[in-house]
């Protein structure tokens, strides 16, 4: 069995050693229809676009992406020709539940927002949502919930949480079509539709759920006060003056701690051992946190800030900055 792999997935190669000698590592944005010509499997991150130009006339029978979103997958084509293509659904959800408490939390501590006087507002209650909601729950703050696939009588309309939200956050997939298109989501007319002044704007989904131009126009006006922005349009070529603007800015990394990058390991060895009727090698495991770490609060796990810094003193650097990432883990263990 021949597998090319995104590079920069962590910690998976001494698992797929165990599985075949015949693995090739490529940047990700650089894999290439020679490159994948003659393999059996594809194993991908955002950054590999899975489609008829990548793919055709290939010998690759499956393609894994070791994210939650698929909108760098080509799905139709890939059912069409026959390619067994996965996800990892709620692979990291846990780790972007972490980035947006720790956010919260360095706004209470920074701009003095008060999260147990605060409405949290979430667009989009699948996996990511609903570890939002707990965090959001957990920190003492009122919690209102959109989403219109699942049909829950406590959910309520985009237009509650224009009314309502103190803080909104989106964690939604990118779409174009459907019932309920995600592409600027947050466009002007909902930007300039909220109601209370002065609102706090998260976005981790995607970036272009979030219209960027008109998040700007919003922060003139002092409709939106704090923006906390990890994924962007455009990456990695984002925009400098919302980079400039945003409070907590980051590189596209909020579900990157190294437990949700092992659980997405683990459901791509298992779904490619599956598929190929081969026995499964073993669990990936995260690193440990070195020697002497103590930890008093989460921000000691997690300051979304040093990121920031980094990102916004070196913004050049976004793909270097994400595709080596620090260790970060999502929980202390003495």
């Not at 919260?104 to 701009?111: A, E, P």
């Not at 909104?168 to 002007?188: E, N, Q």
């Not at 002044?197 to 922060?219: C, F, H, K, Q």
Request: charged letters at 25%; hydrophobic letters at 35%; one cysteine or more.
């Amino acid at each position: 069995m021949k597998i090319i792999v995104d590079d920069k997935i962590p910690y998976i190669r001494e698992i797929l050693d165990r599985i075949t000698k015949d693995v090739i590592y490529i940047k990700g944005a650089d894999i290439t229809h020679d490159d994948v010509a003659d393999a059996d499997a594809l194993i991908v991150r955002t950054r590999t676009r899975c489609d008829r130009h990548l793919l055709d006339h290939t010998n690759v029978k499956f393609v894994a992406t070791a994210t939650i979103g698929i909108d760098h997958l080509d799905t139709e084509y890939l059912d069409n020709a026959g390619i067994r293509w996965v996800n990892c659904p709620g692979c990291n959800a846990p780790s972007v539940g972490q980035y947006i408490e720790t956010s919260l939390l360095t706004l209470q501590r920074d701009k003095h927002l008060k999260l147990d006087k605060s409405t949290l507002g979430i667009v989009g209650c699948g996996h990511v949502g609903t570890e939002a909601k707990r965090v959001g729950e957990k920190l003492g703050m009122r919690v209102m919930v959109n989403d219109p696939f699942i049909p829950n009588p406590n959910f309520v309309s985009l237009d509650d949480i224009r009314t309502n939200a103190d803080v909104i956050t989106f964690h939604v997939p990118l779409t174009h079509g459907g019932p309920h298109p995600t592409y600027h989501l947050a466009d002007r007319h909902f930007l300039m539709g909220l109601v209370r002044p002065g609102v706090t704007l998260i976005n981790t989904s995607r970036g272009g759920v979030v219209d960027e131009s008109s998040l700007i126009e919003a922060m003139d006006r002092g409709i939106i006060s704090t923006a906390v922005i990890d994924t962007w349009e455009n990456e990695p070529d984002i925009n400098p003056e919302l980079l400039h603007r945003a409070y907590i800015a980051t590189p596209h990394i909020a579900g990157y701690s190294a437990d949700g990058k092992t659980n997405a390991d683990n459901m791509v060895i298992e779904a490619l051992c599956q598929y190929f009727h081969v026995p499964n090698p073993g669990l990936v495991s995260p690193p440990p946190l070195p020697a002497g770490f103590s930890c008093n609060t989460p921000l000691d796990l997690y300051d979304p800030l040093y990121d920031t810094r980094l990102l916004k003193s070196h913004p050049e650097g976004f793909e270097e900055q994400r595709g080596n990432y620090r260790l970060r883990r999502e929980k202390y263990e003495a």
